[in-house]
Every structure is written in structure tokens, then in C-alpha cells.
Nanobody, 121 residues
Framework: QLQAFGGGLVQAGGSLRLSCLAS????????MGWFRQPRGKEREFVAS????????EFSDSARGRFTISRDSEKDAVYLQMNRLTPEDTAVYFC????????????????WGQGTLVTVSS
């Protein structure tokens, strides 16, 4: 139901855009979000967007560098990541939930496969 892609290798200071495609049944009227999991660490919240696209939340590390957006026509949600640092290296997951609060808390009811982002110094 969720397919994430767009990861890759980038140098520090560079940018990447992750995409997550969802089935229409999954996408409509659901909050969407991104999490990441660095190797050997817990999965952590990165960003979320409400079902109507107006409410956006970011982790402290993402705020000011990352943006999240959704395209209802394409049933897609995007994570634009700028000014990347090696600390952003992780597997990134997209998720959906009935509310933004549940998405941020990691209580999404569906998760995509991860996409690996590697930032070299």
C-alpha cells in the first residue's frame, strides 16, 4: 500500500527528495509521515502532514532543512531534504495514520519499505 523510494548517496550539504506512493484507498483522508532509523538506533519521527495538507510537523533536526508535501492527484507524499549531514544517514520510512498525532507517535497503521539515505562527509 505504501512504496517509498528516492534514497541514495549524497555528499554533505546536498539534497534529496524522497517519494512515497500510496494507493488511493490508503491516501485519502489520512495523515502521512516520514520516520528514519539510523543503523543501530531506534526509529525516529522526521515529519508529518495532515490529510488536508495544511498541518505539518517536523522533528527538531528536520525543521528548517526538510519540507513535507503531498499530492492528492498522484496519491504521493514527498520529503525534500536539504543541507544534508552525515547524521541524516538512515533508512527512511513513510507511514500513514488516521491522525497526525498518531503518525507522529509512530502509531501509523501502515508502513512502506524503507529507502536508504547515505550522506558522505
Amino acid at each position: 500500500q505504501l512504496q517509498a523510494f528516492g534514497g541514495g548517496l549524497v555528499q554533505a550539504g546536498g539534497s534529496l527528495r524522497l517519494s512515497c506512493l500510496a494507493s488511493t484507498r490508503t491516501f485519502s483522508r489520512t495523515a502521512m509521515g516520514w520516520f528514519r532509523q539510523p543503523r543501530g538506533k531506534e526509529r525516529e519521527f522526521v515529519a508529518s502532514v495532515s490529510w488536508h495538507g495544511e498541518g505539518r510537523e517536523f522533528s527538531d533536526s528536520a525543521r528548517g532543512r526538510f519540507t513535507i508535501s503531498r499530492d492528492s492527484e498522484k496519491d504521493a507524499v514527498y520529503l525534500q531534504m536539504n543541507r544534508l549531514t552525515p547524521e541524516d544517514t538512515a533508512v527512511y520510512f513513510c507511514t500513514r495514520g488516521d491522525t497526525s498525532a498518531n503518525v507522529r507517535a509512530g502509531r501509523g497503521d501502515a508502513w512502506g519499505q524503507g529507502t536508504l539515505v547515505t550522506v558522505s562527509s
